[in-house]
Protein backbone atom coordinates (compact mmCIF):
# COMPACT_ATOMS: atom_id res chain seq x y z
CA UNK A 1 0.00 0.00 0.00
CA UNK A 2 0.98 3.41 -1.24
CA UNK A 3 1.25 6.25 1.51
CA UNK A 4 3.11 9.45 1.59
CA UNK A 5 3.69 11.22 5.08
CA UNK A 6 4.07 15.16 4.65
CA UNK A 7 5.66 17.00 7.41
CA UNK A 8 8.00 20.04 7.90
CA UNK A 9 5.43 22.80 7.62
CA UNK A 10 4.49 25.74 10.24
CA UNK A 11 4.03 29.27 10.66
CA UNK A 12 6.66 31.76 9.57
CA UNK A 13 7.02 35.36 8.79
CA UNK A 14 7.33 36.70 5.57
CA UNK A 15 10.98 36.04 4.04
CA UNK A 16 11.32 32.86 6.28
CA UNK A 17 12.19 29.46 5.17
CA UNK A 18 10.86 26.04 5.59
CA UNK A 19 11.90 22.66 4.33
CA UNK A 20 8.95 19.98 3.80
CA UNK A 21 9.36 16.34 4.05
CA UNK A 22 7.36 13.30 2.36
CA UNK A 23 8.30 10.50 3.69
CA UNK A 24 7.18 7.52 1.26
CA UNK A 25 6.10 4.07 1.87
CA UNK A 26 5.12 1.33 -0.63
CA UNK A 27 6.86 3.47 -2.77
CA UNK A 28 10.28 4.01 -3.80
CA UNK A 29 11.43 7.38 -4.81
CA UNK A 30 14.77 6.03 -6.74
CA UNK A 31 12.36 4.67 -9.16
CA UNK A 32 9.46 6.93 -9.33
CA UNK A 33 9.18 10.58 -9.67
CA UNK A 34 7.38 12.71 -7.13
CA UNK A 35 5.78 16.04 -7.18
CA UNK A 36 4.79 18.51 -4.25
CA UNK A 37 1.20 20.05 -4.77
CA UNK A 38 -0.74 22.24 -2.45
CA UNK A 39 -3.89 23.70 -1.86
CA UNK A 40 -4.22 27.79 -1.07
CA UNK A 41 -7.38 28.74 0.54
CA UNK A 42 -10.05 29.03 -1.78
CA UNK A 43 -8.20 27.49 -4.48
CA UNK A 44 -8.05 24.28 -6.05
CA UNK A 45 -5.08 21.69 -5.35
CA UNK A 46 -2.05 22.84 -7.47
CA UNK A 47 1.54 21.95 -8.84
CA UNK A 48 4.37 23.01 -6.95
CA UNK A 49 7.17 21.15 -7.95
CA UNK A 50 8.24 18.34 -9.30
CA UNK A 51 11.53 15.93 -9.63
CA UNK A 52 11.98 12.61 -11.78
CA UNK A 53 13.06 9.28 -10.27
CA UNK A 54 16.93 10.11 -10.94
CA UNK A 55 16.49 13.37 -9.29
CA UNK A 56 18.27 14.75 -12.47
CA UNK A 57 15.11 16.84 -13.52
CA UNK A 58 12.83 19.14 -11.54
CA UNK A 59 10.63 21.49 -12.68
CA UNK A 60 8.60 24.30 -10.94
CA UNK A 61 5.16 26.68 -10.90
CA UNK A 62 5.98 29.96 -11.87
CA UNK A 63 4.87 30.99 -8.94
CA UNK A 64 7.59 29.47 -6.81
CA UNK A 65 10.65 29.12 -9.02
CA UNK A 66 13.72 30.58 -7.82
CA UNK A 67 12.54 30.07 -4.26
CA UNK A 68 11.70 26.53 -3.93
CA UNK A 69 13.91 23.70 -4.54
CA UNK A 70 12.88 19.83 -4.70
CA UNK A 71 15.30 17.31 -3.83
CA UNK A 72 15.07 13.60 -3.10
CA UNK A 73 17.34 11.31 -0.36
CA UNK A 74 17.16 7.74 -2.08
CA UNK A 75 18.53 6.37 1.52
CA UNK A 76 15.65 7.67 3.20
CA UNK A 77 13.08 7.06 0.75
CA UNK A 78 12.32 10.93 1.01
CA UNK A 79 11.76 13.95 -1.15
CA UNK A 80 11.76 17.34 0.34
CA UNK A 81 10.73 20.61 -0.33
CA UNK A 82 12.97 23.38 0.67
CA UNK A 83 11.04 26.85 0.54
CA UNK A 84 13.03 29.63 0.86
CA UNK A 85 11.54 33.84 0.49
CA UNK A 86 8.15 32.58 1.75
CA UNK A 87 5.20 35.42 0.82
CA UNK A 88 2.11 35.17 2.19
CA UNK A 89 0.48 33.40 -0.93
CA UNK A 90 2.59 30.68 -0.28
CA UNK A 91 0.09 29.60 2.37
CA UNK A 92 -1.69 26.46 1.98
CA UNK A 93 -1.28 22.70 2.70
CA UNK A 94 1.09 20.97 1.05
CA UNK A 95 0.43 17.37 -0.58
CA UNK A 96 3.24 15.24 -2.04
CA UNK A 97 2.45 12.32 -4.75
CA UNK A 98 4.18 10.31 -6.92
CA UNK A 99 4.23 11.16 -10.63
CA UNK A 100 5.73 14.36 -12.36
CA UNK A 101 3.16 16.60 -12.33
CA UNK A 102 0.40 14.85 -12.30
CA UNK A 103 -0.71 12.57 -9.24
CA UNK A 104 -0.74 8.99 -9.80
CA UNK A 105 -1.78 7.68 -6.52
CA UNK A 106 -4.92 9.44 -6.50
CA UNK A 107 -6.49 7.18 -3.68
CA UNK A 108 -3.57 7.91 -1.45
CA UNK A 109 -3.06 11.38 -0.35
CA UNK A 110 -1.77 12.35 2.71
CA UNK A 111 -2.44 14.25 5.19
CA UNK A 112 -0.41 17.26 3.83
CA UNK A 113 1.64 19.58 5.99
CA UNK A 114 0.03 23.02 6.56
CA UNK A 115 2.38 26.21 5.93
CA UNK A 116 0.90 29.36 7.00
CA UNK A 117 3.43 32.74 6.26
CA UNK A 118 2.05 35.57 8.12
CA UNK A 119 3.31 38.96 9.80
Known amino acids: QVQFVESGGGLVQPGESLRLSCAASGFSVSRNAVSWYRRRPGKERELVAA????????DYADSVKGRFLISSDRTKNTVYLQMNSLKPDDTGVYYC????????????WGQGTQVTVSS
Open 51 to 58: INSAGSVD
Open 97 to 108: NGGFGVPVYINS
